[in-house]
């Protein structure tokens, strides 16, 4: 069974404040792919990862993807208060049809405080 | 993307009993996959629906259990059957147009009483 450890599981920072979050395996994925859900909605996909060592930048957001691929991480700069949310890392188990089927992380629960 | 609807967005149900969760898109989709995300713990994947054919579930789901429905590419069903307080969950649709990625609908919350 393919497993993805997400840390921490729940982080409270100041507005203006940096932060990491971690999303780790024993397993190699092909694919990783990062997800914010908000209460009452579906996960929206922020990114997705392919290459080993890959960097995307999404603003203010940094995504990692481990050279190995079997970890990730996801670094915000100066947080906002509209960061707040569950941040969900999912890894594809393989190409086609196998990247739809997704091992998703517990989450990261993000509260910004203004 | 796609527009995704989910019905109903939540019920309180009696257990022994048995809820269908439908997910209507706005478009025709190739793949449409359904979710359970439970408390404190991670999205996992119940099946893929296909069309026209039984669904393809993941280790530790049955059909018996979740009966997944597809009859055309916009819509499809979910029944969570004979229900006990340990299937109070989040149960989310999913969709996909290959290459693209997964597009999920809002979930419907169902707690068992």
């Known amino acids: 069974t393919q497993l993805l450890e997400q840390s921490p599981q729940f982080l409270s920072i100041q507005e203006g404040e940096n932060l990491t979050v971690y999303c780790n395996s024993s397993s190699v994925f092909s694919s990783l792919q990062w997800y914010r859900q908000e209460p009452g909605e579906g996960p929206v996909l922020l990114v997705t990862v392919v290459t080993g060592g890959e960097v995307k930048k999404l603003k203010r957001l940094t995504f990692q993807f481990g050279d190995a691929r079997k970890d990730s991480s996801l670094h915000i700069t100066a947080a906002q208060t509209g960061d707040t949310g569950l941040y969900l890392c999912a890894g594809a188990r393989g190409s086609g049809a196998g990247s739809y089927q997704l091992t998703f992380g517990k989450g990261t629960k993000l509260s910004v405080i203004p | 993307s796609a527009v995704i609807s989910q019905k109903p967005s939540r019920d309180i149900c009696q257990r022994g009993t048995s809820l269908t969760i439908q997910c209507q898109v706005d478009?025709?989709?190739?793949?449409m996959f359904w979710y359970r995300q439970q408390p404190g713990q991670s999205l996992t994947l119940i099946a893929t629906?296909?069309?026209?054919?039984?669904?393809?579930?993941e280790s530790g789901f049955v059909i018996d259990k979740f009966p997944i429905s597809r009859p055309n590419l916009t819509f499809s069903t979910l029944t969570v059957s004979n229900m006990s307080p340990e299937d109070s969950s989040i149960y989310l649709c999913?969709?996909?147009?290959?290459?693209?990625?997964?597009?999920f609908g809002d979930g419907t919350r169902l707690s068992i009483l």
């Open positions: 629906a296909n069309q026209g054919s039984e669904a393809t579930y």
């Open positions: 999913s969709v996909a147009f290959p290459p693209g990625p997964q597009h």
């Open positions: 478009s025709q989709v190739t793949m």
